[in-house]
């Protein structure tokens, strides 16, 4: 594992310039930090493969810098080691618990830190290489103003692909707060990822996840985020990042839903994606809010030619296509015409393209299922 980069934390200057000609003999690039603060700020300037953090330190603890590292989509999965002279069973418990993967008790004796850091990167390396294996593409449908009918758009996608018996389709239901994608799919689970949270990563195995997994009848098997709105904290960044990976092991399109926000949650769902269906209605408000998604799409670097602008006209009213073309300056991918049956089929729980499959708008949606495998291609 030599080469890679460790970035070590410890406020007293001995330990550092020990551990750290240590770990640079061993071939390791290593930056130092004396606290949280000055850790955080160090990762924005070079992403390390490795933290390494004392516990007790002024001004950021490593408690606090573990907790803020988990919480951050693009710093969630960097493995972190704790170094404390607390030996404690509750200390060291509570290192865990705030996200830590390995805990070493001061003073350190080294063979025992150089097996633990090299177990921690051959993980990263491993989790890599898998994740680059996995056949399943995720595809993100978003939205910037409630009421667009994406969640709408997410379940007929996945029943449409799911229909034509060439793709195993999973759901993933993002909306924490809010999410109704089981009544779309007349489901009722009875666990949620929320339910899961307090479990270590290590306890969450297929028996667990089996009992998240609902399946329609169109064979769409669907994970639910939260059912309760005050549930939803407890979905972390890392349950998130867990659960897509899980869901793209064995399916072949991993469709997730999402609400308005930009969480940090929602951002590691963009991360993962390797399409995005943004849903705008015709009234300038959604069309403003759907700039400003696309806008920090653009902020993100997300490649534009993976991006699909749907418009879904949910009432008879509403502006011209022509005019929803000039106000972002480039054609909708997909229009979805008005049809007062997406009401019945809701209240049904049953998609349009299963419920009425000749309907107009019904068509639509299988053509914007077609169009999202095109920008992500199974198997590739």
Known sequence: MAGQHI???DDEEQIRKLLSTYLGRQGYEVTVATDGYEAL??????????????????????????RRLRADHRTARIPVLMLS???EADDVLTGYS????????KPIEMSVL??????????????????????????LFVHGKGGSGATTLAANSAVALSETKL?????????????????????????????????????IDEVVWAKLREQDRSGVQLILGSDLPENAELVTVPLVQQSI???????????????????QQVLAAVDASDAIAVVAEPHLASLKATKDWLDVLDKLSYPRERVLLVLNRTTQSGLETDQV???FNRRPDVVVPFTPVFDEAFDRGRPLVVLRPDNSAAKVMRDLAAQLTVLAPAGR
């Open 98 to 105: 705030e996200g830590a993967d390995e805990y070493v008790s």
């Open 85 to 87: 002279a607390r030996k």
């Open 325 to 327: 073309a000039k106000f």
């Open 245 to 263: 990976d899980h869901l793209r092991q064995a399916a072949d399109y991993v469709i997730v839903d999402t609400p308005t926000t930009f969480t």
């Open 41 to 66: 700020k160090a990762v924005r300037v070079r992403m390390p493969q490795l933290v390494i953090t004392d516990v007790g330190m002024p001004n950021m603890n490593g408690f606090e810098l573990t």
């Open 7 to 9: 970035l070590f934390v």
């Open 114 to 139: 150089a097996a633990k850091i090299d177990v921690l990167l051959k993980r990263v390396t491993t989790t890599a290489g898998e994740m680059v294996k996995r056949r399943g593409r995720v595809i």
């Open 167 to 203: 793709y195993r389709v999973s759901v993933l239901d993002l909306n924490l707060e809010f999410g109704n994608m089981h009544m779309q799919l007349d489901l009722k689970p009875t666990q949620t990822l929320a339910h899961i949270a307090q479990l270590e990563t290590s306890q």
